[in-house]
Nanobody
Framework: QVRLVESGGGLVQAGGSLRLSCAASGNIVSIPAMGWYRQAPGKQRELVAAITREYTNYTDSVKGRFTISRDNAKNTVYLQMTSLKPADTAVYYC?????????????????WGQGTQVTVSS
């Protein structure tokens, strides 16, 4: 099993910055991809940013303001958020696609963090 622990959410004024972290632990063999999603009240969960060993991808509304990065040695993904807007207010979730050692051998699966609230005031 793989466990994700998120941190870094909070309340910030418009124009401010926050940095989210998500650390994966468990019997991990490799992590092909990590990403951040968000869900605002009354809206569907959406992809914010994703990162593999080869590329990064961002949703259009955060391009130029958010930066995703990863520390492979620590199995940790970060989301640096700058120039925050009230529209960025949401619960942010970390998602990891990980290979891990299970009872029956190595398997690959998606894992989700518990979510962290980001609130941007105007």
């Amino acid at each position: 099993q793989v466990r994700l622990v998120e941190s870094g959410g909070g309340l910030v004024q418009a124009g401010g910055s926050l940095r989210l972290s998500c650390a994966a632990s468990g019997n991990i063999v490799s992590i092909p991809a990590m990403g951040w999603y968000r869900q605002a009240p009354g809206k569907q969960r959406e992809l914010v940013a994703a990162i593999t060993r080869e590329y990064t991808n961002y949703t259009d509304s955060v391009k130029g303001r958010f930066t995703i990065s990863r520390d492979n040695a620590k199995n940790t993904v970060y989301l640096q958020m700058t120039s925050l807007k009230p529209a960025d207010t949401a619960v942010y979730y970390c998602k990891t696609t990980a290979q891990s050692v299970q009872i029956m051998g190595v398997s690959i699966a998606d894992y989700w963090g518990q979510g962290t609230q980001v609130t941007v005031s105007s």
